[in-house]
């Protein structure tokens, strides 16, 4: 085998492809990237039996062939390489890779004993541009549950709802709900999928093609630019996250997002940042007074001039949990809609498309 290729191509492919390597694998093979060569593409793949990644990118090919190198040291040595071709040769269990004044060689491992890329039988699949699909993402990922015991909650729900896309996740004591009515005229689909993995997606490079997701029995597939995905879907039934959102309010409370975010900053200093923020919302004088309080430290206080209907209440969240639901909201404006002091408060983007669900701390007496 041998090709010669961009360092900035291989260095990139490698950054998304070794992800999907295994580490702590009983199988030393997993811990590769198995590269071939098809017509004038380099072929990238690793995977760890759970996920698999696939990445084609143009190359030089002299020899056409295969070879799997160790993923981290292959990837360590593209990053360290000048911005200059790279020429890669393999025979004989050895790989050589020359680029400019710099040689390494290093052992290969046996290409017939690497898993095969898998192939799925799609059921269900959907096109989003990538640019809404990422925004989406990052808005509701951080909310899924880390605790591995309720695996279905470590995962975004993706459904379409009359022809437009939602992503939903939660970890019980929080949910993000995210619409957007910009991606319309889609068919049927629902699936829950890793949101550590959706995340992985999320984070590459913006460009104006689409994201394809498709979903078999069991598996998830992803293409976008020249990358393969391939992961395990979650099973179970994501939970009925319809019969906690209320369809009505007892209050609401209009605040600007960024001036209510670095309150609540302000306010939390005091504390640890799981500690309760409590809101004191008083409609005859338009105000939110937000105080957090530490018996070890001391207490702060913040009043926010507000446009507030409704009742009059008191309610406290975790100080964290409304960092990030402020952090994530795409409009300047956010509504706060509040039942009683001892039901969820949820936050809403203005144009309706991003809600985020609190679960309220219980204020001592």
């Known amino acids: 085998m041998k090709f010669s290729i961009s360092q900035a191509e291989l260095q990139n492919a490698l950054g998304v492809v070794s992800k999907g390597a295994a580490t702590h694998s009983t199988l030393p093979i997993l811990a590769g990237v198995h590269l071939h060569t098809e017509n004038d593409a380099l072929v990238l793949q690793a995977t760890d039996l759970d996920r698999s990644i696939q990445c084609r990118v143009p190359a030089l090919i002299e020899d056409e062939g295969e070879a799997v190198v160790p993923a981290k040291l292959f990837t360590d040595i593209a990053k360290s390489l000048p911005d200059a071709a790279v020429h890669f040769e393999s025979a004989d269990r050895t790989a050589t890779i020359i680029c400019d004044s710099s040689t390494f060689s290093i052992r290969t491992m046996s290409a017939e004993d690497f898993p095969g890329f898998p192939s799925i039988d799609v059921e269900q699949s959907v096109e989003i541009p990538f640019n809404e699909f990422a925004d989406m993402v990052k808005r509701v990922a951080r909310v899924v549950s880390r605790d591995e015991t309720r695996a279905i909650l470590t995962g975004v729900f993706i459904t379409v709802v009359d022809g437009q896309l939602r992503m939903v996740a939660t970890d019980s004591y929080r949910l993000a709900l995210s619409d957007n009515a910009r991606v319309a005229g889609l068919g049927e689909f629902s699936a829950t999928i890793s949101g550590a993995f959706l995340r992985e997606i999320a984070s590459l490079p913006i460009s104006e093609q689409p994201l394809t997701l498709s979903v078999s029995f069991n598996q998830i597939m ?77 207490s702060a206080q913040e009043i926010i001039r507000v446009q507030a209907e409704g009742e009059d209440v008191v309610i406290a969240f975790n100080s964290a949990f409304v960092q990030d639901g402020l952090q994530a909201m ?10 009683n002091g001892m039901r969820p408060g949820i936050f809403r983007s203005e144009d309706q498309d991003f809600l985020y669900l609190i679960m309220p701390v219980r204020l001592s007496s």
């Open 222 to 298: 992803v293409k976008y630019q020249d990358i393969t995905y391939i992961n395990r879907r979650l099973e179970g039934n994501f939970p009925n996250y319809r019969q906690l959102l209320p369809n009505a309010y007892n209050t609401r409370v209009t605040f600007n997002a960024k001036e209510l975010l670095a309150a609540v900053r302000r306010t939390s200093l005091l504390s640890k940042t799981s500690a309760p923020v409590k809101f004191d919302i008083n409609i005859a004088s338009q105000t939110a007074l937000l105080s957090a309080m530490s018996q070890d430290v001391g």
């Open 330 to 339: 795409p409009t300047d404006t956010t509504f706060l809609d509040i039942q």
